[in-house]
């Protein structure tokens, strides 16, 4: 309180981080306020164009603290001179997309100030809100991978933040671009121009050593907000607490002519058989229907509500579709689908548009409603 309850620091919360949502004032929390004034003053201490790795937990707020990050760079001048003529938010998820376009637009309303390039956007049009010194841009990682090399060729000065620093849910695209930006925006070959924000909640040795800074020949994260902190805020749950583990059996029938096979390529070879199997999903669904309903869904006055993560996105559909035949009949839950794209599945073309009956912007807002209790995802 001796740091936040000051009259610049309050100043500067009603300026730069508070604003209405919905009817709601909302506040930062102390890590996401302190993040924004240790990077600020970080870039007004320092002449070159740095790299900064932000590791913060899941229930951090993440997405705030990188509206208002962006907007501070976006708004940040330094001896007299804009510091950051374009701040570009790569982000591996098209959902991730309108949750930070949404939130930049609560805190800063301004034409033209933000613009969310997705998929449907070409490479160009991101080229040219870059060269027409856009303040925000919101970019998929599949469109910002396009115009990366030739960033470096830009006079524009530019931050890039990149949302989830690690190989995520679009595992070796993002895993691909941090291993690019090592090589190409690393060290002696980093341009003049431009600085990267790396955000994680677990980075590997390889993110800490491009993003982080190096202490004592150890590098860690500029900034840290751990999982062990919102445990003890309460803002996440320690899963471990009520963890419970299956054991899967598997009875392999050997046939005469079968060889003799390097072991860890056959295990893998048997798990993906296994992984699709329809009798093996229908006993783990009548497991987890059967949990839910008896245990979880008398939870928070009735209103528990049931995560199912699944493998991959097949697995997310076939788990999904035996729940429903399960539930025909014993129970009234009305479950959703949540995934991005499309697959095929017994040369069936899958959406989740198409499987929920609903747009994917309207999911949040459906799944909030008391009679929607499950979610099938895919493991990210």
């Known amino acids: 309180w001796e740091e936040v309850l000051v009259k610049d620091n309050i100043i500067d919360l ?17 890590h996401q306020m302190d993040l924004v004034h240790k990077v600020k003053s970080d870039i007004l201490k320092n002449s070159e164009y740095k790299n900064y790795l932000i590791q913060h ?5 993440k997405t705030k603290s990188i ?40 805190i800063k309303h301004q034409e033209g100030f933000i613009k969310a390039l997705g998929d449907e956007n ?19 990682i599949q469109k910002f991978s ?16 990149i949302d989830e620093a690690h190989s995520s849910t679009s595992g070796s695209n993002m895993e691909a671009l941090i291993d690019t930006l090592s090589a190409e925006f690393g060290e002696e070959n980093k341009p003049k121009n431009i600085s990267l924000f790396g955000f994680t909640a677990t980075p590997k040795k390889s993110t800490l050593q491009i993003f982080g800074k190096e202490i004592d020949g150890m590098f860690a994260p500029f900034h840290l907000y751990s999982m ?7 803002y996440i749950l320690n899963v471990l607490d009520n963890y419970t583990t299956y054991n899967t059996l598997y009875n392999i029938v050997l046939n005469s002519s079968d060889k003799e096979v390097e072991q860890n ?28 309903a008896n245990i979880g869904s008398d939870m928070l006055n009735s209103k528990a509500k049931a995560m199912v993560v699944c493998e991959d996105i097949e697995s997310v559909i076939r788990y999904y579709q035996a729940f429903c035949e399960y539930c025909v009949g014993r ?29 994917e912007a309207s999911l949040p807002s459906e799944f909030n409603k008391d009679e929607r209790r499950v979610l099938f995802v895919a493991n990210k």
């Open 14 to 30: 009603i300026k730069n981080f508070i604003f209405d949502d919905k009817g709601v004032m909302i506040f930062p929390r102390y």
């Open 57 to 61: 937990s899941a229930g951090s707020g």
């Open 67 to 106: 509206a208002w990050l962006a907007y501070m760079l976006a708004s940040l001048y330094k001896n007299g001179s804009v510091r950051y003529e374009s701040v570009i938010i790569v982000t591996d998820r098209i959902v991730v997309d309108r949750q930070l376009h949404n939130e930049i637009n609560k």
């Open 122 to 140: 070409s490479s160009k049009e991101i080229k040219d809100a870059i060269k027409n010194s856009v303040k925000i841009i919101i970019s998929t």
């Open 146 to 161: 396009y115009i990366k090399d030739e960033l470096k060729n830009f006079d524009t000065k530019c931050a890039v933040i």
């Open 228 to 234: 062990k902190q919102a445990i003890e805020e309460g």
């Open 265 to 292: 390529q056959a295990k893998r070879k048997i798990r993906d058989i296994i992984k699709h199997n329809t009798d093996i999903i229908k006993s783990r669904v009548a497991v987890i229907a059967e949990h839910f």
């Open 331 to 359: 129970y009234d839950f009305k479950p959703l689908i949540a995934f991005s794209g499309q697959k095929e599945v017994d040369k069936v073309e899958y959406s989740e548009s198409g499987i929920n009956g609903i747009s």
